[in-house]
């Protein structure tokens, strides 16, 4: 009996990589619970209220826009016959290569007053004071949308092909035009999976940071960079972090629930797509044409000419340094994530406690936790241990300012604790196809458990643990807040100065250390885009 | 000469239940059994504790005069030398079929691997397919390269588990028939487990019917349909009806068909003890000439013959199997005599 009071071997082994997320989240969920007066005074005169209107008109915004971007691609690429089908229908997965952030300063600097496209209107016609003001509300949500629809796009996509077409079959044969079944059938029946993408998309919104910083448009994580490093309150930084969470709580519920409701059926071979004739043929072509140009064609080109005219000047002595940060951070981080992944996916399927189930889930929440949050739920504790120890030797004459603050061990918890899931996913994937049966065969055979290991998981997994480490590698080089906020100075990573350099506005000097970003980040889209076209 | 199998009275308990109650039966070497029921009846649960993934809570397993599971003793699966036959046959993806084949055989040398290879592939008849890789194999072959991959070892115990249910019903028939031939070929003492009598009447020379956790009878396929011990082993084996019927005084049952010498129940010696007696479609034969009538109520074409279900007289249906070219309609009334070598009969309950 009192075995079952005892933890079961599961929750050994998933306990502590649970406590990478958990930690940080209750640190700053428990900022919540010692609410200080003057703290709170000040950010609900000068800091709430506009970064809550910002918020709310960025998770409407953007949420509408993924949406309107995400579903017409994905029902036209599945499901319809139109020009350049088969190309779109993977080109348009091409702009999940590009972070947010540099495709927001690329619009920036291509449709700012002073930009190309502006330049180029008044010489024309004399003047551009008609054309819309990019740096505005409207401006980053237009440039959030573009760069998060890919989500929307591959769930719904993956949605009208499993089930869109007969579905669609099935209600023509009760007498339903085409037209209206699109939207009493095909559309609710992907109500889970649109919930889904858009679910993921928001996350997103809210943990970005690099973007509303390039537009100076103040949301939450803004706001905890600020409080932290211009007003050196980490209170505050704290406070706002916790809201932050309850926000991204509400999405992870909705988010669990879509993924509940999916149920997922055989692919049908044979349904007839729907051919579009005439002038609507070309509309798709013309409209996938256009959001592939506008996402990611122009915003290439654009940072290839920057980059012809910065290279010369500015690939000096300091780029191997930001290249080989960079590389560093990410290579630990990705051997990190994948091992903890690896031991994670072992205890669900070797351990199927409910314990286990649970610490699993939690251990891999952290994709829905925006950076700005982690690093401040990881700073605090760390800055906490170091004043301990310090205090504890400096009778042994020790005397330094920090001991783990700043290092390179505290930037990976943190990343690890953001990107596990991303790592989890492929490995859990590869560990759930190794059958019981297979297993068992193992054994019967006369194979030991190490045996085991190394003749069936260890090649049944490779594949899974390599997307793993790629997809986390790449994930890290992308990643802005977390290297900004646990650094130590002078730190900088590529993606650390993309945030410099855009912070000062200088967009050709940024449009060098983004290429390098965004062609890492093609190898993982290339991946993805072989196995859901094969 | 000792058993290659002996269970002896094991049980295996769940948290919430006893799946296996003190069940006991053995093989001798060479012999193929059967341990036949619906799916939750145990009958799995017993072959993995033979296999050594299921730890017994009570009674012994001796492998070939070894203890392999007791109160003191849990050999595990890898050194119990046996082989098994998965129901999903769970192949190794990443390898094809000869290395699939050669995976349990590392002890060899590379020559005597290679060697061995060969013999199983030409027993199962895969030479042409040994490149290639589980995916690109039918159902049939993939289920031959798990025989064969559990051969390879010569185990001194087969293990198959539900081996056919993946499989269509033709060559499921047809599978079974030429498993048992490669296991005698081979010498090895086999255990099947299975929902389908077919499969155990082709496959297995003794067979077992388990029946929540118990074996009831542990016979032959013969002595199985013929004799069947109880009415639940007569229900699940084969088709046919109970019919009620009266022992006289002269130790005879008497009953709507006829009056029969017969071995009457135990317990049930007395005059007027009233009985159920088993009569199967092939008893019931067809005579025109026969006082004995009865209505067609439905019929099923089997091909070769019909499958009619009549009525009786009395309001009591029977089964009947008849040449097909006595084609009779519903409703048709037609004679019928009972062909009973012996009977079998039931008190009642």
């Known amino acids: 009996m009192s075995s079952r009071l005892l933890p079961s071997r599961g929750v050994l082994c998933a306990l502590p990589i649970a406590l990478l997320t958990v930690v940080p989240l209750l640190v700053v969920l428990s900022s919540l619970l010692d609410p200080q007066a003057e703290v709170w005074s000040h950010l609900l005169d000068y800091v709430l209220p506009g970064v809550l209107w910002n918020t709310l008109l960025l998770v409407v915004g953007v949420g509408a826009g993924v949406l309107l971007l995400g579903v017409p691609l994905a029902w036209l690429t599945a499901v319809c016959t139109f020009p350049g089908r088969r190309f779109f229908g993977w080109a348009l997965m091409l702009p999940l290569a590009m972070p947010a952030y540099v495709l927001a300063f690329v619009q920036v600097g291509l449709l700012d007053f002073t930009g190309p496209v502006q330049t180029l209107l008044r010489s024309a016609f004399g003047t551009s004071a008609w054309f819309p003001q990019i740096r505005s509300t409207g401006g980053v949500i237009l440039v959030l949308s573009m760069a998060f629809y890919p989500y929307v796009y591959l769930l719904a996509r993956n949605a009208f092909l499993t089930q869109g077409r007969r579905a669609i079959e099935a209600a023509q044969t009760l007498g339903m035009s085409r037209r209206r079944a699109f939207f009493v059938v095909a559309v609710p029946m992907a109500r889970p999976w649109l919930i889904g993408g858009v679910t993921l998309a928001l996350m997103e919104t809210l943990a970005d940071f690099g973007t509303v910083s390039i537009f100076n448009f103040d949301t939450f994580t803004t706001a905890i960079y600020k409080a932290w490093f211009a007003l050196f309150n980490l209170p505050a930084a704290s406070q706002l972090a916790s809201l932050l969470v309850m926000f991204v709580l509400m999405l992870v519920a909705l988010e669990q629930w879509g993924r509940g409701a999916r149920s997922y059926q055989v692919r049908s071979a044979h349904a007839e797509r729907i051919a579009l004739h005439g002038r609507l043929r070309w509309l798709a072509t013309l409209w996938c044409g256009t959001v592939l140009l506008l996402a990611f064609v122009v915003p290439m080109m654009q940072l290839l000419v920057w980059v012809k005219g910065v290279w010369a000047d500015d690939f000096d002595a300091r780029y191997p340094a930001f290249i080989g940060r960079s590389l560093l951070l990410a290579v630990m981080a990705a051997l990190l994530v994948t091992l903890l992944a690896l031991v994670l996916a072992y205890a669900r399927r070797r351990y199927r406690d409910a314990g286990t189930h649970w610490l699993v889930r939690l251990a891999t929440l952290g994709y829905a936790v925006p950076g700005t949050v982690l690093a401040v739920g990881v700073f605090i504790p760390v800055a906490w241990l170091d004043n301990v120890l310090l205090a504890a030797l400096r009778p042994f004459g020790l005397e330094a300012l920090a001991i783990f603050k700043g290092t390179l061990a505290v930037m990976l918890l943190a990343l690890a604790a953001r990107f596990l899931a991303v790592g989890f996913q492929p490995v859990d994937t590869a560990m759930q196809r190794i059958t019981r049966s297979q297993e068992e065969a193992a054994r019967s055979l006369g194979l030991n458990g190490r045996q085991v290991a190394a003749r069936l998981y260890l090649p049944l997994l490779r594949g899974g643990l390599l997307s793993a480490a790629l997809l986390v590698f790449v994930d890290v080089l992308k990643e802005m807040p977390i290297t900004l906020m646990t650094r130590a100075f002078g730190w900088d990573t590529l993606a650390v100065r993309v945030f410099e350099m855009t912070s000062e506005g200088m967009w050709d000097r940024a449009a060098l250390p983004s290429l390098f970003i965004v062609l890492a980040g093609l190898v993982p889209v290339v991946l993805l885009i072989r196995k859901t076209e094969s | ?349």
């Open chain 2, 1 to 349: 000469m000792t058993p290659m199998l002996e269970v002896n009275a094991v049980s295996v308990r769940y948290p919430d239940r006893a799946v296996i109650e003190s069940l006991s039966f053995s093989l001798a070497s060479g012999q193929i059994g059967c341990l036949l029921g619906h799916s939750g009846c145990g009958k799995t649960t017993m072959l993995r504790a033979i296999a050594g993934f299921e730890t017994p809570a009570a009674g012994e397993i001796r492998i070939d005069g070894e203890v392999v599971a007791s109160a003191s003793t849990m050999l595990p699966p890898e050194a119990r030398r046996i082989g098994m036959v998965f129901q999903d046959y769970a192949l190794f993806p990443h390898l094809n079929v000869t290395d699939n084949i050669g995976f349990g055989l590392r002890a060899l040398s590379a020559a005597e691997r290679t060697a061995r290879i060969g013999e199983m592939l030409a027993l199962v008849g895969l030479e042409d397919e040994c490149r290639r890789f589980p995916h690109e194999l039918s159902g049939g072959q993939q289920q031959r390269v798990a025989l064969a991959r559990a051969l390879a070892t010569r185990p001194r115990l087969m293990l198959l588990d539900e081996p056919f249910s993946n499989l269509d019903a033709e060559l499921r028939e047809r599978l079974g028939l030429e498993v048992r031939d490669i296991l005698k070929a081979a010498g090895t003492t086999a255990i099947l487990v299975t929902h389908d009598q077919h499969e155990a009447f082709a496959v297995a020379d003794v067979v077992g019917v388990m029946v929540d956790g118990q074996i009831r009878q542990w016979a032959s396929p013969y002595s199985l349909y013929h004799q069947p011990v109880d009415r639940h082993v007569a229900n699940f084996i084969g088709e046919g009806v109970l019919l009620p019927g009266v022992v006289n005084a002269s130790a005879q049952i008497e009953f709507e068909l006829g009056r029969f010498d017969g071995p009457t129940p135990a317990h049930c010696g007395v005059d007027g003890c009233r009985v159920d007696v088993l009569v199967r479609p092939d008893d019931v034969q067809h005579d025109d000439a026969s006082p004995v009538r009865a209505t067609v109520l439905a019929r099923a074409f089997r091909g070769a013959e019909f499958l009619y279900t009549l009525a009786l007289p009395s309001g009591q249906k029977v089964l009947s199997l008849v040449p097909s070219h006595h084609n009779h309609a519903v409703g048709e009334e037609i004679g019928i005599r009972l062909e009973l070598e012996h009977a079998v009969a039931y008190v009642r309950e």
